[in-house]
Structures are given as structure tokens and as C-alpha cells.
């Protein structure tokens, strides 16, 4: 079996034959670009993209989106997390929430999956707080803000344990589970 991973981050290509290999599943990376609808819910921006790939003819895919979800922000970046981070950026999020008290935040993933004629969609989450300032140089995007326990945040974890716990990883985690059903 074979599926092609529709992105255009390598480095996601990377993880997904990771997490795969042992199911006996393939990845591949194949680029081809979809609209991402506006809409405040991540579900629906993968259900409207995995609608206009198999429009176009393409079967047998995953693809995915992830953005973070500020409590106190309602909800904010959310869907529109790349944006706010090539924009106002982590120092931006961290403005907004000046004298905020709930630092509640949660990240989230969706994979969308097409195989075999069959659809899957699948969500996980990763709660955790917003910390007062940045803390850490690993990792990318909103990891140096975000912190699953309110001590260290997902910049000065190492790679292997935060997919143990991270949204993506949890997604990972509920595909596999449906696939092997
Ligand atoms: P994507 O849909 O996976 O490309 O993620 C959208 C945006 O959400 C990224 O540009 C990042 O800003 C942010 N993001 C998603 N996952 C993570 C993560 O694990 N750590 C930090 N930022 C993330």
C-alpha cells in the first residue's frame, strides 16, 4: 500500500514514513496544491481540501493541518496559525496576552485520509499553557511560547518526546488505530 502525503514540507514526508513503516504503508511525497477554505474550524479546511483533491482525480492521500488554539484568545491564531506566526509573530501572540490570567492554549492536529475508497479524519490535541516569554531554541513555530505542563516549553523538549505527546503525534496515534481497524 501506498499513500501520498500532499504537502509542500518535506519535512512532514520525513515524519510520516517514520510513524508508517511499521503498518507496511509507503509514503510518498506528492505536491499538489489545494485551496484551504476560510473557515474557523480545522476539520473543515481538511474535509473541503480532501474534496477538491479527489475532484482533481487524486485518491489514496493524506493531508493535514494544525494550527494553535489560544483559550483566552478565543481560539485565535487557530486556522490561521502560519499567518500570525510569518506576521506579529510568537513576540505578537505574547503581547496580545499582556495581564492575561487563563494561559490555557491547545494545539491541534487534523489528518485527513483517503484510502481505498474509504475516508478518514482524524483529530489531536495538546494542552498546554501560553508562558509569559520565550524559553528555548529548539523546535519551530509557537514551541518557544507553548509549554504542555507550564515549566518547560516544547522548544527545550527533544524531538522524540514531544511527538509522545504532541497534537500531531496523538493524530498519528488515532489514524494508525482506525487504519489497523
Ligand atoms: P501546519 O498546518 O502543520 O503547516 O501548521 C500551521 C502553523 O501552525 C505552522 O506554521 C506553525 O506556526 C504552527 N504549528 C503547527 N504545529 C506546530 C508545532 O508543533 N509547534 C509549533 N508551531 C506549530
Redesign the pocket.
Known amino acids: 500500500m501506498k499513500l501520498k502525503v500532499i504537502t509542500s514540507?518535506p519535512g512532514?514526508v520525513a515524519e510520516y514514513q517514520r510513524s508508517f513503516a511499521d503498518l507496511g504503508i509507503e509514503m510518498e511525497h506528492y505536491r499538489l496544491p489545494y485551496d484551504e477554505v476560510q473557515t474557523s474550524d480545522l476539520e473543515e479546511v481538511v474535509q473541503k481540501g480532501m474534496d477538491e483533491i479527489i475532484r482533481k482525480g487524486v485518491r489514496d492521500f493524506i493531508i493535514?493541518?494544525?494550527?494553535?488554539f489560544v483559550d483566552a484568545l478565543k481560539g485565535f491564531p487557530g486556522v490561521w496559525?502560519?499567518y500570525?506566526?510569518k506576521t506579529i509573530g510568537n513576540q505578537g501572540i505574547l503581547k496580545l496576552m499582556e495581564g492575561v490570567e487563563d494561559r490555557g492554549a491547545e494545539?491541534r492536529?487534523c489528518i485527513g485520509c483517503d484510502i481505498d475508497g474509504r475516508r478518514i479524519v482524524v483529530m489531536g490535541r495538546c494542552r498546554g499553557f501560553i508562558i509569559e516569554k520565550e524559553q528555548g531554541d529548539g523546535?519551530?513555530?509557537?514551541?518557544p511560547i507553548?509549554s504542555p505542563d507550564g515549566k518547560l516549553t516544547?522548544a527545550e523538549i527533544p524531538i522524540e518526546e514531544?511527538n509522545t505527546m504532541?497534537?500531531?503525534g496523538n493524530a498519528v496515534k488515532l489514524l494508525i488505530e482506525e487504519l489497523k481497524k
Open positions: 514540507n512532514k493535514d493541518d494544525s494550527g494553535l496559525s502560519a500570525a506566526q494545539f492536529c523546535g519551530f513555530g509557537f514551541d507553548f516544547f514531544k504532541s497534537h500531531r
